[in-house]
């Protein structure tokens, strides 16, 4: 009895000095809130241009372009930039972005660098960076493979009272990490946040984004195509009648080797309510406001090269082809989905979806679902974390040895040999001779141990607007949005997945978020909260919490209405001109499903090279009848470049089909079958009937 009434009292304390540190916690942030206040008490005065000369003129204080490591990950942030060096197998390209600690603003223009291969964060510094921004875009150059292009953004006050939005173009050398302005002459796209860049051969493509003045958002759905030869800005004239895409910001812009695609996105278009519903008829009234709409919609932008001979400022024939929905889109919609390409399809994860509750605010879903979106097909197809299947060693008399391997094996025999005459014994006697392969070469410097990442078969914690890039079949997910009552969260996180095996959720690096400021009104209420957990301890005791993290998790959350805003018939931003009749005219149209294009197949449990070296001598007569119908004689290419090209046609052939190989493989190692072997390609076919089989 004594025993329990003392730990009980050693639970009492404990808690109590929990609540205590709490509470000094709160005390912290408070002043933090209070200090933060004063300093940005006049952001809404600061003149936008004086405050991006002066990091103009602090940042030209650099004499040269700098690459220093850094002790740790960049600060957290949204809305940046996200991309696979186009010049370097093992290099992430990380630039701008801004961070809301709920009271104040702040934007980057770092470039920050991760080394795949070493685990390393560097941080570049230049005399001739973009200033500070959110919110913008930028892509690699197509046929300029070693380039990146970057356009627009957004820079804002510190409370985000007034935009500054950007219409400057760069480019990047990844190699070098020097920055250049470009100038072009002529016309060129006006300033912009919230839109989507992508290459096709020698152009930049350009699509949408916003104008925010404070009072209203402007959607824009301008195209613009930028001649990375001709140095051009083109904006082409299409046809009135053709049907193009509506005003949005935050879609999927991929590249298509005839032009580009465009999937979703999200804006607000103009609707009529009634002002008072608790009015009969006419007397009720009409007000307008701005509702949130989110887009499920694809087009593709077909294009086509002026002729050869044609001037140099000829712009390309452009033309709006509106698709069918694609088939499996997920559901419920969601915004804040973010997409990347990757062999022909494009990787999605994560997004929201608003449900409107009432004038105070918004009750959201967030999701941490991955699919897989075939571009060919209009096809979406889950993608889901399975465990490693375990490889069965083969007998040593089964292993196949490579032929570096057997020329390893001959040179240690030669060596051997040479070694037992040497010494005077009997050619017989080499194999017990001991020889040191590695002399006479240079010691290698020991490499720098690379730390071991926690490994999860659960998908990162729901979100939206999350950076991706895909390098060497590889996933990598960084950052994002959650929201819960009025805190927004930042993640400051980078996760990679192996999109071939599937194999595990990688934890690159994961550190909370402590920059949240937040409000009075937000600490009244976490003080109620704290009060109404203590009671609820009294009465019912402690509680456990799983650790589990649902796939999509429902949060009030109270944006003031930002995304339902009253606005007059004058600052009218889009329109609903093809919103609901589109939807339900294209709600049951379905996809093309996996159909024998007379190709050879994957079969389950087959890798890339397993398949190609099946396939092989079909892929290679696929190729030369393909290059014949082209005008081109396969004899002009050598043995090698036919078989680099085939591989190509089986690799996307394989990536092609790997939403159903994967399919197959989960059904077949669930009915306890492992892996499928033919005996014909074993040449085991003369050897026996059944039996052999059994």
């Known amino acids: 009895m004594a ?24 005390a912290q942030k408070k002043e933090k809130t209070k200090a933060a ?175 925010d003045t404070s009072n209203q958002t402007k959607y824009l759905n301008d195209l613009w195509i930028y001649d990375t030869q001709n140095f051009f800005w083109h904006s082409p004239t299409l046809p009135p009648a053709q049907l193009k895409p509506d005003a949005r910001s935050s879609f999927t812009f991929l590249p298509h080797e005839q032009g580009a695609v465009l999937f979703g996105g999200y804006s607000r278009v103009k609707t009529s309510v009634s002002a008072n519903k608790s009015a009969k008829g006419a007397s009720q009234g009409q007000r307008n406001i701005m509702k949130p709409m989110v887009h499920e919609d694809c087009f593709f932008l077909r294009i086509t090269q002026p002729p050869a001979d044609s001037p140099p400022n000829t712009p390309p024939n452009v033309r709006w082809e509106k698709r069918k929905k694609p088939a499996n889109t997920p559901s419920p919609s969601r915004a804040g989905a973010t997409m990347t390409y ?57 292993q196949r040895v490579s032929r570096r391997g057997r020329a390893q094996a001959n040179e240690e025999e030669l060596l051997k040999q040479l070694a037992a005459l040497q010494a005077g014994s009997s050619v017989e006697d080499a194999d017990a001779m001991e020889i040191d392969l590695k002399s006479g070469q240079e010691p290698k410097e020991p490499e720098k141990p690379v730390r071991e990442m926690p490994v999860s078969m659960e998908l990162p914690h729901p979100r939206f607007n999350a950076q991706m890039a895909v390098q060497d079949d590889v996933l990598y997910i960084y950052g994002g949005t959650y929201e819960a009552q009025d805190r927004e969260y930042t993640f400051d996180d980078l996760y990679a997945i192996d999109l071939g095996k599937m194999d595990g959720c990688k934890q690159i690096f994961k550190r909370e978020d402590d920059t949240w400021v937040g409000s009075d009104d937000e600490d009244d209420e976490d003080e109620d909260e704290d009060e109404d957990e203590d009671e609820d301890e009294d009465e019912e005791g402690d509680i456990e919490i799983p650790d589990e993290e649902p796939e999509g998790l429902m949060s009030p959350s109270k944006r003031k209405k930002k995304q339902v805003d009253e606005v007059s018939l004058a600052d009218t931003a889009s329109t609903m001109d093809s919103s609901t009749g589109d939807d339900e005219s ?23 090279r397993e398949f190609f070296v099946r396939t092989s ?78």
């Open 3 to 26: 025993k329990d009434k003392k730990s009980k009292s050693d639970t009492k304390k404990a808690k109590l000095a929990e609540k205590k540190q709490k509470q000094e916690k709160k």
């Open 37 to 211: 206040k004063v300093e940005g008490s006049d952001a809404e005065d600061v003149d936008l241009d004086a405050v991006l000369a002066e990091y103009k003129k602090a940042q030209e204080e650099f004499v040269k372009v700098t690459e220093t490591v850094s002790e740790a990950p960049p600060k957290p942030r949204s809305s940046s930039t996200f991309l696979a060096s186009p010049s370097h197998g093992n290099q992430l390209l990380l630039f701008g972005g801004e961070t809301w600690n709920g009271a104040l603003a702040s934007f980057y223009n770092d470039l920050n660098i991760y080394y795949t291969d070493r685990d390393e964060w560097h941080c570049v510094t230049s005399p001739n960076a973009p200033l500070p921004r959110s919110g913008h875009a930028w892509c690699r150059g197509g046929n300029q493979k070693d380039s990146i292009f970057l356009f627009g953004g957004e820079f804002s006050s510190p409370k985000q009272g007034t935009f500054y939005h950007y219409n400057d173009f760069w480019r990047l050398e990844p190699s070098s990490r020097e920055w250049t302005r470009i100038e072009t002459k002529g016309k060129t796209p006006p300033a912009r946040s919230g839109h989507r860049m992508t290459y096709y051969k020698n152009y930049i493509i350009l699509f949408g984004g916003f104008q």
């Open 342 to 398: 990757h062999k022909g399809r494009g990787i999605l994860f994560g997004g929201v979806h608003d449900v409107e509750q009432s004038e105070e605010g918004m009750e959201s879903e967030f999701f941490n679902l991955l699919y897989a979106w075939n571009i060919e097909r209009n096809r979406f197809f889950p993608l889901a974390l399975r465990k490693s299947r375990v490889q069965k060693k083969a007998p040593q008399s089964e």
């Open 586 to 608: 294209e709600a049951d149209t379905a996809a093309t499903s996996v159909a024998d294009d007379g190709l050879p197949h994957p079969r389950p449990f087959e890798s890339r």
């Open 617 to 694: 001598n079909e892929w290679q007569e696929i190729l030369m009848t393909s290059l014949r119908w082209k005008g081109i004689q396969p004899e002009s290419l050598t043995i090698k470049e036919i078989k680099t090209k085939a591989y190509e046609l089986s690799e996307e052939k394989w990536w092609d089909c790997r939403e159903e190989i994967t399919a197959l493989e989960d059904e077949q190692e669930a009915a306890g079958i492992g892996e499928v072997v033919s005996l014909a390609d074993k040449g085991d076919t003369g050897a026996g009937g059944a039996g052999r089989r059994r």
